[in-house]
């Protein structure tokens, strides 16, 4: 087991130029379908931004860290979970709201704040709680991680295609709205067949470790979609925006935490094989609710 903090993921500098590329044009494709609007929409309903950034800026890596010092994983998987648990929510999860009859302009709304906040947030969150576990701070000493290389990464891959792909639908919503039928799909499935090849070439290491983060992956994710729904209850919000929220907290940009893992420590096995696990599952369990508030919203209509 200790051998797996010393494990690297090996994807070549070409490649990792590619993925972030596909990743900034996967955000600038998202960034194509919001308007000015979606940011004024949520100024006038300060209670639910504020409980939507309490659940997954505040609450999720907290909950991340209580969750590591009880359970003791291996470093680098504690380190990946931070990760996670430190980067915004996934741009899948507005799909996914719409799937289960939640709020989607309230989900899409939360997922560009989000977005723009994390350029700041998910480094701030990222070294904080790695630091803090004296495990992880070790690792993160190693590696000497510099925090604003972190932020420039984060602002070059989210904030520039954030600004642009909203500057351009401001400018031309026909435009837009055709390019994004387009882009989404296309970088999407590059990034992915990226991932893909990559990892296919170091199968080994998921053959041999995949177990150690099952459990975890499953447990941690779990525990933030109950979150964001507890959380979402507790204000007192609609059942609708209870879901909403509880997708959002869930459903994170791992994409996002695999390029920083890559990037930052060379693909450190505990890490990316966490990162990666749950960029997988995520999808499984977010489409699973999804569909199960689907079928339990029509039956009620029906009755």
């Known amino acids: 087991m200790l051998e797996l903090d010393q494990v690297k993921i090996n994807f070549d500098s070409a490649g990792l130029w590619i993925l972030n590329i596909a990743l900034a044009v996967v955000m600038f494709g998202v960034a194509l379908g919001i308007k000015i ?29 209580v969750l590591i010092i009880l359970i003791k994983p291996q470093p680098s998987i504690a380190l990946g979970m931070i990760m996670v648990a430190a980067c915004p929510g996934g741009n899948i999860s507005n799909f996914m709201t719409h799937l289960a009859k939640g709020n989607t302009a309230l989900s899409v709304s939360l997922t560009a704040f989000a977005t723009l906040i994390a350029i700041f947030m998910t480094p701030l969150n990222f070294q904080f709680y790695g630091s803090l576990y004296e495990p992880t701070a070790s690792i993160l000493k190693d590696v000497e991680l510099n925090p604003i290389e ?57 053959n041999n470790f995949i177990h150690y983060v099952l459990l975890i992956g499953v447990l941690h994710n779990l525990l933030a979609i109950l979150l964001g729904f507890m959380v979402a209850k507790l204000f007192r919000l609609s059942f609708v ?39 997988v599952w995520h999808i499984l369990s977010g489409l699973t609710l999804a569909f199960y508030w689907s079928r339990k919203s029509l039956k009620q209509k029906v009755a």
């Open 241 to 279: 925006n209870q879901k909403t929220l509880a997708i959002e907290t869930g459903i994170q940009n791992s994409g996002l935490g695999l390029l920083l893992i890559f990037t930052f420590f060379n693909g450190l096995g505990g890490m990316a094989i966490l990162a990666a696990f749950w960029g």
């Open 37 to 65: 609007d979606d940011f004024k929409q949520l100024i006038k309903t300060p209670k639910i931004l504020f409980v939507g950034i309490l659940s997954q800026f505040v609450l999720l890596p907290l909950l991340t860290f």
């Open 150 to 206: 972190l932020i420039k990464l984060v602002l070059l891959i989210l904030g520039i295609p954030l600004v642009l792909g909203m500057f351009l639908r401001y400018k031309n919503e026909a435009f837009a709205n055709k390019m994004v039928k387009i882009l989404k799909p296309f970088s999407i499935t590059i990034f992915a067949l990226i991932v893909v090849i990559a990892f296919s070439k170091n199968i080994h290491v998921f």
